[in-house]
Each structure stands twice: as C-alpha cells, then as structure tokens.
C-alpha cells in the first residue's frame, strides 16, 4: 500500500527508490485534469490542473483529446520522477509510442542535467520508456500555415515579440499563460488580447519530501508549459502554438562529464522537434513551433526596444515566479543573471535614463555589479543557470557598448572593455554576426516574412 505524499517520511533517501510509475489520469467534463504518480509502492503524487474550457466537455471532446492528455501525464511526471530519479519507469496506463518515448527519454535525462550537476549526482539519469503502438514513428508532418494561434506569454521581452509577429501574420490569435503572475497580466494588457489561463497545483507534499532529503531543482518546465497550451489549444479549436524561444536556447551552460548541461534544453531546437514528431505520431491536430528561432536574444532585444508600450509592463527577472511567495520578488531584484543579461541586451538599443526608470537601477553603473555581468561571458566560471543568450552575444553587447558615447563611462562598461574583452579574440563577438537571423528553425514557411519583418534591423 502506497503512502500519501501529503504524509512524507522523516528522512526520504532518493537511493532506496527502483522505480517511477505512471498510475493514472483523467480529464473531467469541467476541465479539471488529474495526474497520478508513485514511487515504487511506497509514495503516491497527485497533479491538478484547471484547464480554460468554454462550457462542458462532452465524451467525444474529450475522447479526442486523449492523445495530448496522455502526453501531459508523461511530461509532466518530470517533477516527480526528480525527487529520487529512479533507474526504471512503469507506464501503467499504457507506453508512450516510440516519437513519444524518445522525446520523454531526452526530457528525464538531458532535461535533468541541471539538477544532477547541481545535485553532484554520478551521472545524468537515464531511465528507459517503454515503447507501444508502431515500432517505427512517423514522419513529422511538414507545418501547415496555421490560421487561429494562442501564444503563450510569461511576462518577458520575448513573448511580447513573439505575440507581436503573429499578430503581425494576420492570424486569429489568443494569449495563454499557466497561472496568473503580474508581469503576464500587464503584458497581456498592453496586448489588448484575449488571453487563457490555465491553474495548475503541484502535489503540496513537495516542499516536505525537499525537506526530508528528496532530489530538487531546475525541471524542463517549458516542456511542461508546452504540453497544457496543446491541450487547451486543441479544446479551445487552435491550431496552433507559437513558442517565444530563441537561437540562444539551444546553447548549454557547461561541458560535465561528457553532457552538455543547458539549464533551458526544453526551449531548444532539439527538444522542439522532438515534442513535433510526438505530436505527428499521436495525430493531435494541434502543431508547435517557435517564431523566434531564427533570432538571438540580441536580436530580440532589439526588437523589443522598439515596443515602448510593453517597456513597463514586462520583467524577465524571475525572482518574480518563484513558488514560494515568501521568496517571491515583486518586480526586477537587479542582482540576478537573469536582470544583468537583459539590462546588457537591451541597452545597445536604448538610454541609460530609459533603462533606469524601467529596471529601478543603472546596473551598468554600480561596480559591485561587474563580476556577475563578466560571467555573462563564462569570464570568471560558466555561463550562469539562467535563461540568458550566449557569451557570444553578450560580448557583442559589450562591443557595442563599449563604442557608445551613452554607455561607455559607465563604470561596468568601462571595466568590461579594459578587463574582459581583451582575454578573446578580435573577432569575437561580432556584433553584426550576433543580430543576423539564422537560417535554422521549425515553423511554417508562411511566418518567415514576419519574423525578418520585425527582428531585422
């Protein structure tokens, strides 16, 4: 008999666990999704989420959703399965197919290489997903031009970007967001779009297995996030997601032992077109892509500068979203990776006044600030655990600033210039070469022209 986790023992010991079951889940005529975890027999989970249905589902609405509900379960499992990371899994309510395995493979495996490096584990965990249905998955059906969009948005420059270049396609399009935190509200409201929350409740056990001994960390929660918009998307008659990840995402924070452990691998390339081929294979109707691949967080950055009605509504820092709300900031801290890298991107495209009333803080101007924006570069150790752009384009940020009669006496600016951008090569850091679009993404062609339209100079 398994115990519940709302009963937690005094000491959890991540070792004594062999193995991770799939145990149920369930979608309910008002929206309410279930989803049913255990370790071994011993420790049972439960997740809820309020999906934003319109009216009741009826048995055929939510009968053609099963593909995408069962895809959630999987996924979403990762916030359990980290506590101990047990060798096995056991779908007890039936394997994934084979493009849905793969994809879950990656996630519980490199989508967890965070939290062993920081957790010193032995090595990432690798557990094996069953396979059923085809022994060979389909092709990824090519991407049809998509006609209503719901565009998730998590308060940050990027969403707005990316909300703006669907809109700018001419497409039906909808806001989404998990939850309902500040940033996105306001983001939302300069938008002036209709917008879906879902409500999602994690086991409440978690903090007090975290306590008595159990595994935590940095989960793949963009494939999380991904996975709840599909399913809206596909009960609300979308068609499609559009992601706000970028060319940067698929850039890791550091080499360990032989894994390139990148604190966002759920919004890079790989991850993408694994979660596309999962969606083909199980004929979810609903498809995913991401309209900022072909750009830096540089590029985005100067995008986004250009959109002054978001200026003060949005914050990347995310202090703001953590999930105890004792710890949880109320707009940008202007200590973290995350404040430091987006003050760096956008202020080759704006004033040290402008970039002062939004953040709060000049932090280009406060010396105690230098060691934090040099490690934007992996001068000083590896690139931070943050969603932050590659050294590559925070050089190229620092070049630019460096020759601008606006930035150059900041004392972070000047010390960046005189310290750092000398240890690398000339050519380093071009700052033409960090804006360029690149050619490499997963969206429908028909998007293109309003990519390059809005992220080109």
């Known amino acids: 008999m398994a115990t519940d986790a709302r009963q937690p023992p005094r000491a959890f010991d991540p070792t004594a666990f062999r193995s991770f079951r799939f145990m149920a889940r369930e979608l309910d005529a008002q929206g309410r999704v279930s989803l049913g975890y255990a370790l071994d027999d011993e420790i049972d989970f439960v997740e809820e989420f309020d999906l934003p249905i319109e009216g009741v589902l009826d048995d055929a609405e939510r009968e053609r959703a099963e593909g995408l509900l069962s895809l959630l379960h999987w996924v979403a499992g990762v916030s359990y399965y980290k506590t101990a990371v047990p060798p096995a899994v056991a779908c007890e309510t039936g394997a994934p197919p084979p493009a849905a395995a793969e994809l879950l493979e990656a996630l519980y495996s490199d989508g967890l290489g965070e939290l062993a490096y920081t957790n010193e584990l032995a090595g990432l965990p690798r557990p094996r997903f069953p396979r059923g249905g085809s022994s060979a998955a389909p092709p990824v059906a090519e991407l049809r031009p998509p006609r209503r969009v719901l565009v998730p948005v998590g308060g940050g420059k990027d969403s707005a970007v990316a909300l703006e270049i669907v809109r700018r396609s001419g497409c039906e399009l909808a806001l ?7 940033p996105i509200a306001r983001t939302a409201a300069v938008a002036g779009l209709p917008r879906l929350i879902a409500r999602r409740r994690l086991d409440p056990a978690l903090p007090a297995l975290n306590r008595a001994g159990a595994l935590n960390g940095h989960v793949p929660i963009t494939a999380i996030v991904s996975c709840v918009a599909l399913l809206t ?3 609300r008659g979308f068609d499609a997601v559009a992601m706000a990840n970028e060319r940067s995402a698929s850039s890791g924070n550091i080499d360990w032992q032989g894994v390139e452990v990148n604190h966002q691998f759920s919004k890079g390339l790989w991850a993408e077109r694994l979660l ?3 969606l083909a294979e199980i004929g ?5 892509f991401s309209v900022l691949r072909p750009a830096s967080e540089l590029a985005i950055a100067r995008a986004f500068a250009r959109m002054a009605p978001y200026h003060r509504a949005f914050t990347s820092c995310n202090a703001i979203f953590r999930t105890d709300p ?12 995350k404040c430091r890298f987006v003050f760096l991107a956008l202020a080759p495209f704006t004033s040290p006044e402008h970039l002062r009333e939004v953040f709060g803080h000049d932090l280009l101007a406060d010396e105690r600030q230098f060691a934090g924006f040099a490690l934007l570069t992996a001068t000083g150790g590896h690139k931070p655990f943050e969603c932050v752009g590659e050294e ?3 050089l190229a940020a620092i070049r630019m600033l460096a020759a601008d009669r606006r930035w150059r006496e900041h004392a972070v600016v000047q010390r960046l210039a005189a310290e750092v951008l000398p240890a690398f090569r000339a050519k380093a850091g071009d700052p033409a070469e960090a804006l360029a679009l690149g050619g ?4 429908p062609e028909s998007l293109l022209a309003d990519v390059r339209a809005l992220l080109g100079a």
């Open 176 to 182: 989404f967001s998990v939850g309902d935190a500040t």
């Open 233 to 235: 998307a596909a009960l």
């Open 276 to 278: 596309q081929a999962a």
């Open 284 to 288: 979810a109707g609903v498809q995913i």
């Open 326 to 337: 004792a710890l949880r900031a109320s707009s940008w801290c202007c200590d973290c990776p």
């Open 392 to 394: 590559q384009e925070s």
């Open 440 to 443: 490499e993404h997963a969206m």
